[in-house]
């Protein structure tokens, strides 16, 4: 059973300059919900309770979002408008929050070896916030736990993307273990590469179940490319003893940190809600 979720948060979010010079990108909202509340929603969905956050500095709204708000509260209490608080807080009392900040911006890699203090010695899910999933029925999240609980070792979610595009991802490549399932045992993983050194176009999106020996890995991983710690990179080690499956997951994925993905996201919603 995975109890806790890790939220890396502590990102520059330079491509959305200047929204994010004082908001978190993780905060940015798609229609009324911020980024960072769909990821915890999914992770409540797949059975987490503790949502794990990897802060920094300029992030404090985070910690606001995920509390009470009593002076909003007692405003909105008894009035027509305290339906609008009903959906925060509930998350906020279904699961416990704790944060630790990233003090230098060292890379995803980095930021989760950050996490390490909340997480502890169990294997645990790990959402990038701006990577949007949805799936009606079941969440990438819970078809993830479900492979977790089969394989009993790390978990990375792949999407088969546009070849001309493997330079904003790390790429796997693998042997088909279940076609039933499609999941892959990891032989090799790539940084961002070219596409003519990309050994396919099997893309790691933000969502992993890692087992918490990638701890001490991290400790040891060198910064890779653009001279930041790469998950990528100890994964790999992880995949050299065959302990990584990737998993093409079920529902569609918006990458959420580019602004094409933004505006995709935010049409999807609006449509599924019929607002447009
Ligand atoms: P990105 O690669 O999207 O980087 O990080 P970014 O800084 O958020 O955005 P750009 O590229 O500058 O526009 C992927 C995820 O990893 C987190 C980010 O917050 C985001 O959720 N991250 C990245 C950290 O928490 N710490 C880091 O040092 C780097």
Do not use: W
């Not at 300029?58 to 408008?81: P, V, W, Y």
């Not at 998350?91 to 900040?101: D, G, K």
């Not at 003090?103 to 990038?128: D, K, S, W, Y």
């Amino acid at each position: 059973m995975i109890k806790k979720c890790l939220f890396p948060a502590a990102g520059y979010g330079t491509r959305f300059l200047p929204a994010t010079k004082a908001v978190p990108k993780e905060m940015l909202p798609i229609l009324t919900k911020p980024l960072l509340q769909y990821g915890v929603e999914e992770a409540l969905a797949a059975g987490m309770s503790t949502m794990a956050i990897v802060t920094g500095r300029g992030k404090r709204s985070i910690e606001d979002h995920f509390d009470n708000a009593f002076e909003l509260e007692s405003q909105l209490a008894g009035t027509s408008k305290e339906h609008y608080l009903e959906e925060i807080k509930t998350v906020i009392e279904s699961a416990t929050f704790t944060y630790v900040r990233q003090r230098q911006m060292l890379g995803l890699g980095h930021a989760i070896l950050t996490g390490e203090p909340l997480i502890g010695n169990e294997p645990f899910a790990v959402i990038l916030a701006d990577d949007l999933c949805t799936n009606g029925n079941t969440s990438v999240l819970s078809q993830m736990t479900e492979v977790f609980n089969k394989y009993q070792c790390s978990i990375i979610a792949i999407e088969e993307i546009p070849m001309d595009q493997t330079n904003k991802y790390g790429v796997i490549a693998g042997n088909l273990v279940d076609e039933t399932d499609d999941t892959y045992r990891v032989t090799d993983m790539v940084e961002k590469p070219e596409p003519k050194d990309a050994p396919t176009n099997m893309a790691i999106i933000g969502r992993y179940i890692l087992t918490p020996d990638i701890f001490d890995i991290l400790r040891n991983t060198k910064p890779g490319k653009g001279g930041e710690i790469q998950i990528t990179d100890a994964l790999l080690a992880q995949a050299k003893q065959g302990k990584v499956i990737a998993y093409k997951f079920k529902g569609k994925r918006f990458d959420c940190g580019s602004i094409e993905g933004y505006v995709a996201a935010t049409n999807y919603f609006a449509k599924q809600q019929g607002i447009v």
